[in-house]
């Protein structure tokens, strides 16, 4: 499906908005020119809706957290697209995925050198008054895997333009969702919607994800969570499995489950 | 000491005085090198403040070159130049993360300038299960590779860390002063805060400022 037929798709099917990534289609790329975003504004906005914030589907190869300085810089690069796309989209906030650990970059290193870039990242975003939304991946990037951590994190990061962008999946069987939210109240800049089946975990290509309600979350607690803390941000939806048919009926599928999450009427 | 991310033509990024050592380090305009810069940096910060009031001459006994991938000719020049006024450099490279051409430059000047015999870097795999720098010097220690090592041929009292059976790390008298050569990258490891890098990085700064002190002293007789 094309971005235009997309986007009517999304309007059609009750959504308010959108949530554009960087580097995934081929609309949106590095070498996407600030005309060709401003078109693809306008066929948004033509077809009813706004963008809610800017992703992007680079960071798992080019990550700041990388060793490799080439990889490290163009990820500083991408992500500061990311911001000036934002601004050009009429949005004010980015996700990305900052900080990867793996075999070979430890911890300890990855830590460091992703609070560093992002407290320089911060400045750039900080002129462009677009937050960052650090996404909580917990069990992807094996790092930052409670909702206290992550706060010392964003502590130790220490600008209001960097903040969580919340992913109520993510967290699997190491926590509970509605805890994080209550953790981090404030500094939540959006939030993931998706489901998760806890004591799935991953074998071959079996997603642990699914459609709200279908799986684990507690969205009665979820959404009380988010009551508690006064968020009135996006709720964006996040679907990795997909249908194997009707593709079309998920998109509506999950429409309907977040209308009756919003509405209470769970 | 603040940190700053100046760029190679500006080169003095730190200048920091140590226990009777006075230390500069001199990194690149790329992100590898100022984060290594920045590992070392907290390195030298961490001596304690009553050691830091005994400063020595003025006279700097120990260069830092962090994560170095286009060694110029220059630079050569003059570090060896310091070296014959008695300084140590500790001269870690980068040239896993180079161009062939900047890594064949810069062992070409290694050889040139300090008598070092540069290998071709490589990838350290995970497979052959290398995972670890054995220092045998200054400190018995095991430290984290850094991805890639640039091996050197060293004589056998000059090799001071291996990785398997690879020389990767060698200490070289040089005129009056001295090469500390890594080729593993030690200082992301020091700004990750890796107890056994912090270890052996304090143990190098040691030994550079006892060498520094001792060749103080003989310069004085001389003079006598």
Request: proline share 4%; hydrophobic share 40%.
């Amino acid at each position: 499906m094309g971005f235009s037929d997309g986007v009517k798709l999304l309007k059609r099917a009750g959504y308010d908005g959108i949530e554009l990534w960087l580097g995934e289609r081929p609309w949106f790329q590095m070498k996407t020119t600030d005309a060709e975003i401003r078109a693809m504004l306008r066929q948004i906005e033509d077809a009813g809706l706004e963008v809610s914030n800017v992703a992007n589907a680079l960071d798992w190869k080019e990550n700041i957290s990388a060793r490799d300085p080439a990889k490290r810089e163009a990820a500083f690069r991408h992500i500061e697209r990311q911001i000036e796309a934002a601004q050009i989209l009429g949005t004010d906030a980015i996700l990305v995925v900052a900080g990867l650990v793996t075999e070979d970059t430890p911890y300890n290193e990855v830590y460091k050198r992703t609070v560093g870039t992002l407290q320089r990242l911060a400045e750039v975003a900080a002129k462009a008054r677009v937050k960052i939304g650090v996404e909580n991946c917990n069990a992807e990037q094996r790092f930052l895997l409670s909702p206290r951590e992550f706060s010392t994190f964003l502590d130790e990061i220490n600008s209001p333009w960097v903040g969580i962008h919340l992913d109520v999946g993510n967290i699997h069987d190491t926590g509970f969702a509605e805890q994080w939210i209550e953790l981090h109240g404030p500094r939540i800049t959006r939030i993931h919607v998706k489901d998760v089946l806890k004591h799935r975990g991953r074998c071959g290509d079996q997603s642990v994800y699914t459609n709200i309600f279908l799986g684990d979350n507690n969205w009665h607690a979820i959404r009380e969570a988010m009551r508690k803390v006064n968020y009135d941000g996006w709720l964006i939806v996040e679907m990795e499995s997909r249908y194997r048919y009707a593709a079309d009926q998920q998109v509506y599928d999950a429409s309907v489950a977040l209308t009756r999450l919003i509405a209470g009427k769970i | 000491m603040g940190l700053t991310l100046a760029p190679l033509a500006a080169r003095r990024f730190g200048w920091t005085s140590v226990a009777g050592l006075q230390a500069e380090i001199w990194p690149e305009d790329h992100c590898l090198s100022q984060e290594s810069a920045s590992g070392f940096q907290l390195l030298l910060n961490r001596e304690p403040p009553m050691a830091r009031a005994a400063s020595g001459s003025g006279e700097t006994s120990l260069i830092i070159v962090p994560g170095i991938r286009a060694m110029s000719l220059g630079c050569g020049n003059e570090l060896l130049g310091r070296m014959q006024e008695g300084a140590w450099v500790i001269l870690e490279t980068g040239a896993g993360y180079s161009s062939i051409e900047e890594a064949k430059r810069q062992a070409g000047l290694l050889e040139r300038f300090f008598g070092l015999k540069v290998l071709p870097s490589v990838p350290v795999s995970k497979s052959r299960g290398h995972r670890y720098i054995a220092y045998s010097w200054p400190l018995p220690r095991l430290v984290r590779t850094f991805e890639a090592i640039t091996p050197i041929h060293s004589n056998a009292g000059e090799v001071v860390a291996h990785l398997g059976r690879q020389a990767v790390c060698a200490k070289k008298r040089v005129a009056r002063g001295g090469l500390l050569y890594l080729g593993s990258m030690l200082g992301p490891g020091l700004f990750a805060e890796e107890p056994e890098g912090l270890a052996v990085g304090a143990a190098m700064v040691a030994f550079c400022r006892m060498t520094a002190s001792l060749e103080g002293l003989e310069g004085r007789q001389l003079k006598v």
